[in-house]
C-alpha cells in the first residue's frame, strides 16, 4: 500500500507529456478558428458581389436620362451576374428633376465549419441607394399663338394645359429652384426691348398713321417722330399717332444659328410689326368657315 500510495503520489506531482495535451488542445483551437475563417471570407465574398452587382444597378436605374424603367434595369444587371433570385425588391421615387432608386438583395450562404458549432447558415443581405438630382432647373415652354390655333378648339385647350403645367412643375417641393420662361411665337417670337438691344437689334424708323388705319400713340410706340415732323390724327387731338412699332422682332438667319453664343457683331434688322390676315375682323363676321384658307390683304 506503501509503494501504491508514493506511486500514485509521484504519477501526480509528475510533468511528462503535460506540453502534448496543450499542443492538442492549441491545435483544436486553431483549426476551429481557420474553418470559422473560411467561412466568414466566403461569407464576405458573396457579400460584396451581391453588393457590387446592386450598386452598379442603382447607379444605372436613377440616370435621369435612363429611357428603360428603373425595376427593368435593376433586374437586368442582375439578371446579367446569374443572381436574379437574390433581388428582393426595387423602390423607385422620381419627380420633375429628381430620381432615387433603392435595391434591396439577399441571400443565405451555407457554412462548411461554422455548422459544428450550431451555426448552419448564414444571411448575406446587400442595400444600395442612389439619387440623380438637377439642382437647378430652367424650362422653356414654348407656345403656339398662331392663326391656326383658332382652329379645332386648340386655343381654349392650350390654356389650361399650359396652367396646369406651371402647377406641376412649380409646386411647392419644385418653386425655389425651378424657372420657367414662357415663349409665345407665332411667324416669330417677340423676345422683349432688352433682348433686343442686346442682339443688336436695328429698329425701323418711326412712320405716322393715322388712328383710323391702325396708328397708335407716339408714346405707345418704340421709336419717336423727329419733333418738327407731322404725326397721324386720331382721337386725341394733342397726340402724334404713329405705325405701330411694339414688338421686339428680328430677323436672324440661318447663320446666326450655327452657334451656341449669342448672335452679335453685327445688326440684325426688325421685323415689322404687322398682321396679314384680317383674321379677327373676318372670322367675328361669320365671313370665314372654320377650317377654311384665308386670302392674303396687302401688308401696312
Known sequence: ?????????????????????????????????????????????????????????????TALNQRLAPEDVV??????????????NVEVSEGLSFRTVTVGASTTMTTQFMDYFGVETLNVPALATAEDRVPNVEISLVLDISGS???????????PAAADFLDIVLDDANAQ????????????????????????????????????????????SHGELPQDAIGGVGSDQ?????????SSCLDIGTGGFSSAELPSGMLYPQTPHFMNWDIAQRDGLGLVPAGSDLDPIPQQ
Open 1 to 61: 500500500m506503501r509503494r501504491l500510495t508514493a506511486s500514485i503520489r509521484g504519477f501526480g506531482r509528475s510533468e511528462d507529456g503535460s506540453i502534448t495535451i496543450f499542443a492538442c488542445f492549441m491545435v483544436l483551437c486553431m483549426l476551429m478558428i481557420c474553418g470559422i475563417s473560411v467561412d466568414v471570407m466566403r461569407h464576405e465574398m458573396d457579400r460584396s458581389r451581391l453588393q457590387a452587382t446592386a450598386d452598379r444597378a442603382v447607379l444605372a436605374a
Open 75 to 88: 433586374a437586368d444587371y442582375f439578371t446579367k451576374s446569374g443572381i436574379r433570385d437574390f433581388m428582393s
Open 149 to 159: 390655333m383658332r382652329f379645332s378648339n386648340r386655343m381654349n385647350d392650350l390654356r
Open 177 to 220: 429652384k425651378t424657372s420657367v420662361t414662357l415663349v409665345p411665337y407665332a411667324g416669330q417670337t417677340n423676345p422683349g426691348p432688352f433682348m433686343f438691344d442686346r442682339l443688336n437689334g436695328e429698329r425701323y424708323p418711326a412712320m405716322a398713321m393715322d388712328e383710323a388705319d391702325g396708328g397708335i400713340p407716339e408714346h405707345l
Open 238 to 246: 394733342n397726340t402724334r399717332y404713329v405705325y405701330p412699332n411694339v
